[in-house]
């Protein structure tokens, strides 16, 4: 990577509404297919808690997975799914001391979607609450104000 390009979770993106919503499906059904437990973090969650139907607006879709839920079955499964979709480009793994810590990639080449590996505990990731948005329902932290006061810590 050189001086000039920054990661996908740091560009700062309009992203049509509709898209958000296919990304976030997208993102909801790979992950179930590959039995990877999730939460999602960011303005997706602050507006699906917020539980006002209107359309999602954001520059990425971000959702976190605990390090005890990434299986190695579970991100072979992810990774062939992902590897193998029309749909995906811009595949990019960070590992750090060898435990992989983020995924993020590029859905339809305007969304880009980000994948954290957690490793600290937080309590508020511990048993997170549902909410219904559209067709489905999604994990988010809970309580999400504890979250929300620290959200820029959990990485």
């Not at 999730?38 to 917020?50: C, F, H, M, P």
């Not at 799914?81 to 590992?95: A, G």
């Not at 067709?135 to 006061?149: G, L």
Request: net charge neutral; aromatic share 10%.
């Amino acid at each position: 990577m050189d001086n000039t390009t920054k990661p996908l979770d740091s560009l700062p993106v309009i992203i049509k509404p509709q898209l958000i919503d296919e990304a976030l499906l997208h993102l909801q059904d790979q992950l179930e297919r590959s039995s990877l437990n999730y939460i999602v973090l960011g303005d997706v969650a602050k507006q699906l808690k917020e539980q006002n139907d209107a359309l999602i607006m954001t520059d990425k879709v971000e959702v976190a997975i605990l390090r005890r839920h990434y299986t190695v079955s579970g991100s072979k499964m992810f990774n062939q799914l992902i590897m193998n979709n029309d749909y995906i480009d811009k595949v990019e793994y960070i590992d750090i001391n060898g435990k992989p810590r983020r995924i993020t990639y590029m859905y339809k080449g305007e969304a880009p979607i980000v994948i954290r590996i957690i490793d600290t505990n937080w309590q508020f990731l511990q048993n997170p609450d549902k909410v219904f948005y559209r067709i489905s329902e999604f994990p988010i932290p809970n309580p999400f104000k504890k979250y929300w006061e620290v959200k820029a810590l959990v990485k």
